[in-house]
């Protein structure tokens, strides 16, 4: 087997934590501990009132800036949205889409996730597409069929240049904010089934050379075995990018896994 380079990322999604205060104490601390982050993309996704903040404080850093949610329409009368060119204005470089929890406390369908993602790409940035299956699909065998359909309708439509910009999160709902991660083994068959079906779509290249992130309880403590498997390409890293040491250890792990 040819061990294929995937540059891996590591995305802390802030949810609605840090107001601009707080936002660039955690940027500062981070910075302070990220002083070597060679090898690895790392991201950070402030709530949409503290971006320019958080740039601002991110001047002169390798970190790069993310959202957590954009809205498919470039303009018009949509109170309350913001847009992806707006993101791409504030200095965004990544968004994160259809988040589980957008999709299941604001609704969300895979049609919209579609439709924002292809609108960051068309921005020129990189959307970090969530999938993921609940606890009950997980126990009725129903993890395949449901990312799969998540995996194909977002991707749908797409072309090789824009697939070769967009980024996969597996985050499994159970496991997210519950301290219970997946096994390594398991996300590593679920990463490689989306790999496969990337593999059908878009061919082996595209397919090999797409990053698959994997979300959902990433602590230090286990960020070393789920990255080490060889589909985990990364993290999206919820309560543990809230703090500077925890996010910092992650992101080591990530620089170090592959590495016995
Ligand atoms: P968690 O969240 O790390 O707190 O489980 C992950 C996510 O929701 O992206």
């Known amino acids: ?44 996704a402030p709530v949409f009132t503290a971006l320019s903040t958080v740039r601002e404080a991110l001047t002169g850093s390798s970190i790069r800036l993310g959202a957590q949610d954009v809205y498919w329409q470039a303009q018009g009368a949509f109170t309350g949205e913001v847009s992806a060119p707006l993101l791409k204005d504030v200095g965004c ?30 921005a020129g940035m990189t959307p970090i597409v969530c999938v993921g299956e609940s606890l009950s699909q997980r126990e009725n065998g129903e993890t395949k069929a449901h990312v799969l359909r998540q995996v194909g309708d977002a991707v749908s439509g797409l072309g090789p240049d824009q697939m070769a910009r967009l980024v996969l999160a597996y985050e499994p709902i159970w496991a997210i904010g519950t301290g219970r991660n997946a096994e390594p083994a398991d996300a590593q068959q679920v990463h490689a089934d989306i790999r496969g079906l990337l ?16 979300g959902g309880s990433v602590k230090p403590d286990n960020a070393r075995a789920l990255m080490a498997q060889t589909e985990v390409d990364g993290a999206l890293v919820g309560g543990a990018s809230l703090d500077s040491d925890s996010f910092a250890a992650i992101v080591d792990a990530a620089r170090h896994a592959g590495t016995p």
């Open 93 to 122: 470089s990544h968004v994160i889409v259809g988040h589980s929890e957008r999709r299941q406390l604001f609704s969300e369908t895979n049609e919209d996730v579609r439709r924002k993602a292809a609108a960051v790409l068309a």
């Open 199 to 214: 593999k059908e779509r878009f061919g082996a290249p595209l397919a090999g050379a797409t990053r698959i992130l994997y």
């Open 1 to 44: 087997m040819t061990a294929v380079l995937r540059r891996p990322l590591v995305a802390g999604n802030w949810k609605l934590h840090k107001n601009e205060n707080e936002a660039r104490a955690l940027i500062a601390a981070l910075r302070a501990r990220l002083n070597d982050i060679g090898g690895v993309d790392v991201v950070v």
